[in-house]
């Protein structure tokens, strides 16, 4: 389980350490992993607009994590329960007086770091095709500190963070942290946004679907890092974490194209890609407790429901471009109350004292304590996003003009286009 502090972690064997510091590179190269997914999704000439947004995302966050992010979410309390102490981000960590770096604090910090990055970079597929980069990086500092920051405290700081310490939710690796914030997060700025020009179901094919395969093939291959990393040592934890980043997004798969056969008469490329990430979406905090069977019925579930969940936003009328609240909003709100119903859960997380969920314990306990948890990020996350892209809006502006979205975002916003085929 992850460490409240990166200042205890054990650093007794170089090799969890080590561990960290891989999980936490394969972490972030998911971060381009999602540019890659989404930009195949765009159209061509959004397709730089829509990985910039991810590599922007690197950016900002790193940089505001090294600055004070570290402390707001693993510094000594500040609010107890709610918010950490900035104090300078990672200083206490560096050694002083000719002190030794602490090796597994830095280790821990980075891993973190990643999380955060990429947990920004997910909302941006909700808004392609007509958002300002400069505007997006101006919400994405906001929305970090104000949001992610706080949010990230109260799941993963076991010391005192109050979803995680009191009220004893599992959320092993980020279902509420990453996919309900950053799913509720996308909504919001789906709404403050506005449909794109033409909206309608087909209205835009995917124009690279390869790309969007190789996206979806790194975030596999980084999320075993995501996942397994989580454990924070090199353990059955961690393993067990693993097979299920194995399991679930399989059955996922299969559940997806199961069900686009059904609808749609064709099983396609892009539907598996989007099935494998609704699996892992749903796997993320529940792969520690729960075993590879009920790992496989979790993917098979969240599989078929995503399927038919992106199709919501035609019926109530809101442009998520691509899927973000049908695949991380719904697949992070699934996969965390499945933990209250299937999940090898412990009242209080005490090993010694009964399982507290539905099928080994019983209870409901546990699957009420991860749904006030999953609902109070994703209300706290949707309630501060849309106020914050609301004034970005009313401000600096954070949608292009009509007639610059029909021309491309590309040419407009960056100047360039992605495919300068009339050079070759």
Same mark, same amino acid.
């Given at each position: 389980?992850?460490?409240?502090?990166?200042?205890?972690?054990?650093?007794?064997?170089?090799?969890? &350490?080590?561990?960290? %510091? #891989?999980?936490?590179?394969?972490?972030?190269?998911?971060?381009?992993?999602?540019?890659?997914?989404?930009?195949?999704?765009?159209?061509?000439?959004?397709?730089?607009?829509?990985?910039?947004?991810?590599?922007?995302?690197?950016?900002?966050?790193?940089?505001?994590?090294?600055?004070?992010?570290?402390?707001? #979410?693993?510094?000594?309390?500040?609010?107890?329960?709610?918010?950490?102490?900035?104090?300078?981000?990672?200083?206490?960590?560096?050694?002083?007086?000719?002190?030794?770096?602490?090796?597994?604090?830095?280790?821990?910090?980075?891993?973190?770091?990643?999380?955060? @990055?990429?947990?920004?970079?997910?909302?941006?597929?909700?808004?392609?095709?007509?958002? $300002?980069?400069?505007?997006?990086?101006?919400? +994405?500092?906001?929305?970090?500190?104000?949001?992610?920051?706080?949010?990230?405290?109260?799941?993963?700081?076991?010391?005192?963070?109050?979803?995680?310490?009191? %009220?004893?939710?599992?959320?092993?690796?980020?279902?509420?942290? #990453?996919?309900?914030?950053?799913?509720?997060?996308?909504?919001?700025?789906?709404?403050?946004?506005?449909? $794109?020009?033409?909206?309608?179901?087909?209205m835009n094919k995917p124009h690279n679907v390869p790309?969007?395969?190789?996206?979806?093939?790194?975030?596999?291959?980084?999320?075993?890092?995501?996942?397994?990393?989580?454990?924070?040592?090199?353990?059955?934890? +961690?393993?067990?974490?693993?097979?299920?980043?194995?399991a679930a997004p399989a059955a996922a798969t299969i559940?997806?194209?199961?069900?686009?056969?059904?609808?749609?008469?064709?099983?396609?490329?892009?539907?598996?890609?989007?099935?494998?990430?609704?699996?892992?979406?749903?796997?993320?905090?529940?792969?520690?407790?729960?075993?590879?069977?009920?790992?496989?019925?979790?993917?098979?579930?969240?599989?078929?429901?995503?399927?038919?969940?992106?199709?919501?936003?035609?019926?109530?009328?809101?442009?998520?471009?691509?899927?973000?609240?049908?695949?991380?909003?719904?697949?992070?709100?699934?996969?965390?109350?499945?933990?209250?119903?299937?999940?090898?859960?412990?009242?209080?997380?005490?090993?010694?004292?009964?399982?507290?969920?539905?099928?080994?314990?019983?209870?409901?306990?546990?699957?009420?304590?991860?749904?006030?948890?999953?609902?109070?990020?994703? @209300?706290? &996350?949707?309630?501060?996003?849309?106020?914050?892209?609301?004034?970005?809006?009313?401000?600096?502006?954070?949608?292009?003009?009509?007639?610059?979205?029909?021309?491309?975002?590309?040419?407009?916003?960056?100047?360039?286009?992605?495919?300068?085929?009339?050079?070759?």
């Open positions: 389980m992850l460490l409240h502090t990166a200042a205890a972690y054990d650093a007794e064997s170089s090799v969890n &350490s080590l561990w960290l %510091l #891989v999980a936490a590179a394969l972490v972030l190269l998911m971060t381009p992993g999602v540019a890659f997914f989404y930009g195949g999704m765009v159209k061509a000439k959004s397709v730089i607009s829509m990985m910039m947004m991810s590599f922007g995302a690197i950016a900002i966050v790193g940089v505001l994590w090294v600055l004070y992010g570290y402390g707001l #979410v693993f510094g000594h309390p500040l609010i107890p329960g709610v918010l950490g102490t900035p104090d300078w981000g990672l200083s206490s960590l560096l050694g002083k007086d000719g002190a030794t770096p602490d090796l597994g604090g830095l280790a821990f910090a980075g891993f973190q770091a990643t999380f955060a @990055i990429i947990t920004v970079a997910l909302i941006s597929g909700a808004i392609a095709d007509r958002a $300002r980069f400069g505007s997006w990086m101006v919400f +994405a500092g906001i929305w970090v500190t104000v949001v992610y920051f706080p949010v990230a405290y109260w799941v993963f700081n076991l010391g005192d963070g109050w979803i995680v310490h009191t %009220l004893h939710v599992n959320d092993f690796a980020g279902g509420t942290a #990453v996919h309900i914030n950053a799913g509720a997060a996308g909504l919001a700025l789906a709404l403050v946004l506005g449909k $794109r020009v033409g909206f309608q179901k087909g790309l969007t395969l190789l996206g979806a093939a790194l975030l596999w291959f980084g999320w075993f890092g995501f996942n397994a990393g989580s454990e924070a040592a090199v353990d059955g934890v +961690a393993a067990l974490a693993w097979i299920n980043t194995l559940g997806w194209l199961v069900v686009e056969r059904i609808k749609d008469g064709k099983p396609t490329s892009i539907g598996a890609a989007s099935g494998a990430v609704a699996g892992l979406v749903a796997i993320t905090p529940a792969c520690n407790t729960l075993t590879p069977f009920w790992a496989i019925v979790l993917g098979l579930l969240v599989g078929a429901v995503c399927a038919v969940a992106i199709d919501l936003k035609f019926k109530l009328g809101f442009d998520d471009s691509l899927d973000v609240v049908g695949i991380h909003l719904i697949g992070g709100l699934i996969g965390t109350l499945y933990i209250g119903v299937f999940g090898l859960t412990h009242i209080d997380g005490d090993a010694s004292k009964p399982y507290s969920s539905l099928l080994y314990g019983g209870s409901l306990t546990q699957l009420g304590a991860q749904a006030i948890g999953a609902f109070s990020v994703l @209300i706290y &996350s949707f309630a501060m996003a849309y106020a914050i892209g609301w004034i970005i809006q009313k401000t600096m502006g954070f949608r292009i003009k009509t007639e610059d979205e029909i021309a491309g975002v590309d040419t407009f916003v960056h100047g360039e286009e992605g495919y300068a085929l009339e050079n070759v």
